[in-house]
């Protein structure tokens, strides 16, 4: 009987995950795990017990009942619960990094990003005997923190003991995916806004946006997704200066779009040649047949959030993104150093045997038996170089 909690495991197995690297720089406990062969051999064994238990092995319902009052199985259930954790977050689709750079952040305090600019420009020429000609620098300053993000989830000691488990087995998906989808909506709201691309990151003032105003060579405002508006968009990007006036270079990019214009870009991008109109000649226009160069040229995100976070023309924007690693990003995402995957806890019980000793976190608080998990994941990000997007309401106005 196949079941997600195990295929999550697998899969991790599968993507060479090692627990060297599901645990790095987690502190002393992840280090001692490392080394630890005993631990290792504890671990193999809760796992093959927990996975005959979701296949629906009777006996081994009983024998995992036995073992949660063992004072080593909690700590190996939970990193079970862990290692799903991950393996859920991992496979959970993303676009992100596709247009943001991925940032490290210290700890919950603002920190600030600086670009230099000045000194670029061509070197001018220098006559016999004439001193060299000054120039300065110039500095741009952008600020963002990380900040907490998480929930709780509690259950009953009952269902724990239930022989289908599947509130516990049920947990490190929902909190992956949770996590996925955290990122993804944050970093979409960084670039979009109720009615499109954000109003104060893509004006005219900037030149990031499709309108004639912009660049003499934009045929229209805020044209749909098509060859034409793809032209415009590149039309922008390759006009684009630096401080002194010099050209940016841009090659890689990435269109971003909703699920409503997936067909039409897939379209675009995967036509073997494309029909390029040109300007009159001999009195009428002309078209000419190319190689569809889009392919070589740009990559394709298909973003779910665009039409939750704008819910006007949220099916109609497109973007297109320089790669964020490659010069000035466009965004910054930044996770707390140390703490970059999402996180999961067990609460301590309030409770206490009258013998004395140590109480199992799987049976409960004191008041009600209640068992609760927590999920915590650490994440900001902000807006940067104005200059490396392009975008479209696609509404032709």
């Known amino acids: 009987m196949a079941l997600e909690f195990l295929d999550l495991i697998e899969t991790v197995r599968a993507n060479d995950v090692s627990e060297t690297r599901l645990y790095r720089g987690e502190g002393i406990r992840a280090r001692r795990k490392q080394v630890d062969t005993r631990y290792h051999e504890k671990f193999d064994e809760a796992l093959a017990l927990y996975s005959r238990v979701l296949a629906g092995d009777r006996w081994a319902a009983l024998t995992f009942q036995e073992a949660l009052t063992t004072s080593d199985f909690p700590l190996l259930f939970g990193d079970i619960l862990d290692r799903a954790l991950l393996g859920a977050y991992q496979e959970a689709p993303y676009t992100w990094n596709m247009i943001a750079k991925a940032g490290s952040v210290a700890d919950f305090r603002q920190v600030k990003r600086f670009a230099i600019d000045g000194s670029e420009a061509v070197l001018p020429e220098v006559l016999q005997q004439a001193p060299y000609p000054g120039s300065s620098l110039s500095e741009t300053r952008y600020l963002y923190s990380v900040s907490k993000h998480g929930r709780r989830i509690p259950f009953s000691w009952e269902t724990m003991l239930n022989d289908d488990l599947d509130a516990l ?24 806004g109720a009615t499109g691309p954000d109003a104060t990151f893509f004006t005219v003032a900037h030149g990031n946006v499709i309108s004639p105003s912009v660049n003499s060579g934009v045929s229209d ?86 039409p939750i976070v704008s819910p006007t023309n ?10 964020p690693n490659a010069g000035r990003p466009a965004l910054e995402f930044g996770k707390l150093r140390g703490h970059e995957n999402p996180e999961i806890f067990i609460k301590t019980p309030n409770a206490q045997r009258v013998g004395g000793g140590m109480i199992n976190p799987l049976d409960g608080d004191f008041d009600t038996d209640s068992i609760e998990y927590k999920v915590r994941h650490c994440f900001g990000g902000t807006t940067m170089e104005v200059r490396m997007a392009v975008a479209s309401n696609g509404t032709g106005n």
């Open 169 to 192: 087995k049920d947990i490190p998906n929902r909190y992956g995916k949770a996590a996925r989808r955290s990122e993804e909506k944050f970093v979409t709201q960084l670039f979009a």
């Open 221 to 306: 405002t805020n044209t749909a997704l098509s060859i034409a508006g793809l032209q415009d968009a590149f039309i922008i990007l390759a006009s684009q200066v630096d401080t002194e006036g010099e050209p940016i270079a841009i090659d890689g990019v990435t269109l971003v779009v909703p699920p409503a214009l997936e067909v039409t870009a897939q379209n675009l991008l995967n036509a073997t040649e494309i029909l390029v109109g040109t300007f009159p000649t001999t009195g009428s226009n002309q078209q000419i047949r190319a190689v569809n160069w889009l392919a070589k040229r740009v990559k394709l995100a298909v973003n779910y959030y665009l």
């Open 314 to 323: 949220g099916n109609t924007s497109w973007y297109l993104f320089a790669d």
